[in-house]
């Protein structure tokens, strides 16, 4: 079976599909194991976009999945910055769902771990939402991964949540509220947030994954 709207010119990537992305996401992560090269966000996505397409070819899903995919400004040529993983459906280039990937709970060589959760909201959420969005333009939604370095899933998401409320205005948040759980799965992996941009809501949908 095939899933997702069939409509290659929609102008907002459809939302059928949304679950289907975030199941996808958390399932072929339970059996993807790092190797001691993989530290940073890139060698990992790498890989894993790699399991990914294995996974949406099996359950025939109606996507295309690129990695580090340039956006630009169609205006004046200039790139806007580089998405991680981009899923695409249909035939219009600006219509596509992003997920910007970042480490959180880092240990360092001296055993001490770094939350990173200010890196992740503020130079990852932001890139969808910030006062100066780089992806997603014009779009309702995105998504976020989290890499949990050191698997405590519950301590990374607990910091993040707490940033995003130190940081719900520069969000365009109307209140402090912070992660919600996800409206699309039942999943204790899963969280999002809603944005009041200037001329229409945005949602983030987070995945935090435990390395």
């Given amino acids: 079976m095939v899933f997702g709207s069939q409509d290659g010119w929609a102008e907002f990537f459809p939302d059928d599909l949304i679950p289907d992305i975030l199941k996808m996401v958390v399932n072929v992560w339970v059996d993807f194991k790092l190797t001691i090269d993989e530290k940073y966000e890139v060698p990992i996505t790498r890989r894993f976009r790699a399991r990914l397409e294995q996974y949406k070819d099996l359950k025939r899903l109606p996507i295309r999945i690129d990695r580090e995919v340039p956006t630009d400004n169609l205006a004046t040529a200039e790139e806007l910055g580089r998405i991680d993983l981009r899923f695409t459906h249909g035939y219009l280039s600006e219509v596509y769902f992003a997920f910007e990937c970042k480490r959180l709970n880092v240990i360092d060589k001296h055993n001490r771990t770094s939350s990173l959760a200010k890196e992740y909201v503020m130079n990852g959420m932001t890139r969808f939402v910030g006062s100066?969005?780089?992806?997603?333009?014009?779009?309702?939604?995105?998504?976020?991964?989290?890499?949990?370095?050191?698997?405590?899933?519950?301590?990374?998401?607990?910091?993040?949540?707490?940033?995003?409320?130190?940081?719900?205005?520069?969000?365009?948040?109307?209140?402090?509220?912070?992660?919600?759980?996800?409206?699309?799965?039942?999943?204790?992996?899963?969280r999002e947030s809603l944005h009041h941009l200037p001329n229409q809501e945005f949602t983030i949908h987070h995945v935090f994954l435990p390395v």
């Avoid at 301590?155 to 949540?161: D, H, L, Q, Y």
């Avoid at 719900?168 to 992996?189: A, E």
């Fill in 132 to 190: 100066e969005p780089q992806y997603a333009i014009g779009l309702k939604q995105g998504g976020m991964i989290g890499y949990v370095m050191n698997g405590k899933t519950d301590t990374a998401i607990t910091a993040v949540n707490k940033k995003v409320k130190d940081n719900y205005i520069d969000l365009q948040m109307k209140s402090p509220n912070g992660l919600n759980p996800s409206s699309r799965l039942t999943d204790k992996l899963l």
